[in-house]
């Protein structure tokens, strides 16, 4: 099999991957975004009710700019929704916020897979510069050791990705069964939620392939210049 068709078919294949998943999550999250929920609830409405009912009245909602730029700071104890998604109405901005309160939640049970997450982020904030520094000081200097220490950094990053599944599966899990116990949403819109949120997953699921193929693209790189 040819070198150089291997190489660049698996480096089209990652672009291929991670164009994908960012395209079906904008397509979905964009459907729904533009969707009005029954109750016309905002995202903020809705995690504050739901923050408050777990017992986290400690946890604050804040507007924050950017697309999609949610997420649920542990150390701050806050819950950081896009405008859109925190004065929206949409059936998007309610199942997103809902989303991070199942993050704030998982933090409050100690959910194992999120403690391990924690953990590992000060090594990826390393690895993720460390790791390609590595592999393009070893090719400069011609040490292959330098160039497989990079390599193994890239791995912490796949484990990394690996931990981060479950934290976001179980978070969408939880912020289901909020939803339908709160009746938030309607069956046929609680259906609609779990699209958004599904696809929203299937990005961490793309990462995870990307990842795993630029290691083996590596591998074979260098693997063979071993030979």
Request: charged fraction near 20%.
């Amino acid at each position: 099999m040819n070198y150089y068709f291997v190489v660049y078919g698996l480096t089209l294949t990652s672009f291929i991957i991670t164009v994908l998943a960012q395209i079906l999550v904008n397509v979905i999250y964009n459907q729904y975004s533009h969707v009005r929920n029954e109750r016309n609830l905002t995202g903020e409405y809705a995690a504050r009710h739901i923050l408050d009912k777990n017992g986290l009245k400690n946890v604050k909602v804040v507007e924050v700019n950017g697309y999609l730029s949610d997420h649920y700071d542990s150390r701050k104890k806050e819950i950081r929704l896009s405008r859109k998604n925190y004065r929206g109405t949409s059936i998007a901005s309610v199942s997103v916020a809902c989303h991070e309160c199942g993050h704030a939640i998982q933090d409050k049970d100690g959910y194992l897979f999120m403690k391990i997450r924690a953990s590992l982020v000060p090594i990826v904030n390393f690895s993720s510069y460390a790791g390609y520094f590595a592999i393009l000081l070893g090719m400069l200097f011609e040490n292959i050791n330098l160039i497989w220490s990079g390599i193994l950094l890239e791995v912490v990053i796949l484990l990394f990705q690996l931990v981060t599944l479950p934290v976001e599966i179980n978070a969408s899990s939880r912020a289901l069964k909020e939803l339908d116990y709160a009746h938030f949403l309607t069956s046929k819109e609680l259906g609609r939620g779990k699209k958004v949120l599904t696809a929203a997953a299937f990005t961490y699921v793309a990462s995870i392939a990307t990842t795993l193929i630029q290691i083996f693209r590596l591998i074979f790189m260098f693997g063979k210049k071993e030979d």
